[in-house]
């Protein structure tokens, strides 16, 4: 099947941050899954013992997902959901170290905001919570200053998110 990819197309900021959400609520699941494993696999009783090698562990999952997901075709799930694709600036997918640094550089998107929640000495859900989404609508505003409004990691990597819908089927064909 062949696709069309418009290197000048980025995607909307909010159509953006949708598919943002999105992929918070999928990767709750794979969470889940391997937060479930890791403590059948550790025998883990108690939810704070172990827990770093937890962190460490989904932390390598997380990473393998989206390094997984962007050097093979450059969509996750809800990046397809949301039709968004991420390839070099060039136009061209992505290679695993590259996916790699944007997946490491990702991180960006959390760190102030943790930083500033640990700083504060705050233990609250809700003002972790509430912190932590004013961080990232900070940082996505940001993009605002990119000429071609492409987030900062994506601007570092050599990396940029474009609209990608693939070609349409003609009738009475059978997807390949």
Same mark, same amino acid.
């Given at each position: 099947m062949t696709s069309a990819v418009d290197t000048q197309d980025t995607p909307g900021i909010w159509r953006r941050l949708a598919c943002f959400l999105y992929e918070g609520v999928l990767l709750f699941g794979v969470v889940m899954i391997f937060g479930y494993l890791y403590g059948t696999l550790t025998q883990q009783r108690n939810a704070m013992d172990?827990?770093?090698? =937890?962190?460490?562990? =989904?932390? =390598? +999952? =997380?990473? +393998?997902?989206? +390094? *997984?997901? *962007?050097?093979h075709g450059g969509q996750t799930v809800a990046m397809k959901a949301w039709h968004v694709r991420v390839v070099n600036r060039d136009g061209t997918p992505l290679s695993q170290p590259r996916a790699l640094l944007r997946s490491l550089l990702c991180w960006i998107w959390f760190l102030p905001a943790t930083a500033a929640a640990w700083l504060a000495g705050l233990h609250s859900v809700g003002a972790i919570t509430g912190l932590l989404i004013a961080g990232v609508l900070a940082y996505a505003a940001l993009a605002r200053l990119h000429p071609r409004r492409q987030f900062w990691h994506d601007a570092v990597c050599g990396t940029q998110l474009v609209t990608w819908r693939p070609a349409p089927r003609r009738r009475g064909t059978l997807p390949a």
């Open positions: 172990g827990r770093y090698g =937890l962190m460490a562990f =989904l932390f =390598l +999952v =997380l990473t +393998v997902y989206f +390094v *997984w997901f *962007w050097s």
